[in-house]
């Protein structure tokens, strides 16, 4: 269930409930947004455990994160993402954002390992990976002839949430 759009709130974006649910969110991380939304794309539907062995391999360069969105010329900026190896097609190695998704998906399974004692954290599904845009950061550099040009600092807000969809064992009454 989502939140009421008009308004601005604090917290996380999604309401969801489940009867094994753990949570973590980053707020004004320096990241770049497009980054964080590729590899929240590329996550989505994972374990937990696979997913930061994936985000290491990322980092080490051994497996590239797949770029789907402006990954070519036209509209929506020109960042041309080149084809690697396999079927990813165009797609990046994002150090610094794979780092900060790692950290968020670690504090998730802490925080699962803390408010439930029965369960792994290693198998928990990542059903809600998102990266907002945070605050701007303006800043103005000063230019020949008394002119200025803006310089701004762009911020990303993420946010996890893990289930764990186990076997429940039902009694059985006789």
């Known amino acids: 269930m989502s939140r009421e759009v008009g308004k601005s709130q604090s917290g996380y974006t999604q309401l969801l409930d489940g009867s094994y ?4 969110r980053a707020v004004n991380v320096n990241c770049h947004h497009k980054h964080c939304y ?11 455990s696979d997913a930061i062995l994936y985000l290491d391999d990322v980092i080490n360069k051994k497996k590239a994160i797949p770029y789907t969105r402006r990954s070519r010329k036209g509209r929506g900026g020109n960042t041309m993402a ?6 990813v097609g165009p797609g990046k190695y994002p150090n610094k954002a794979s780092k900060e998704f790692s950290k968020l998906i670690s ?3 802490d925080n699962a390992r803390q408010r439930y004692d029965t369960i792994d954290p290693d198998d928990m599904v990542i059903t809600h990976i998102a990266a907002h845009r ?4 303006t ?4 230019r020949a002839q008394g ?10 807000n993420l946010e996890i949430f893990l289930e764990y969809f186990g076997d429940e064992e ?4 006789f």
Do not use: F
């Open 38 to 48: 590729h590899i929240a794309k590329a996550l989505r539907g994972m374990n937990a």
């Open 107 to 109: 504090s998730a399974m």
């Open 170 to 173: 039902e009694e059985d009454e």
């Open 134 to 137: 945070g605050q701007v950061a």
């Open 82 to 87: 080149g084809h690697r190896k396999g079927k």
């Open 139 to 142: 800043n103005w550099r000063p």
């Open 21 to 24: 649910l753990a949570t973590a």
């Open 147 to 156: 002119r200025a040009t803006p310089s701004n600092h762009y911020q990303v």
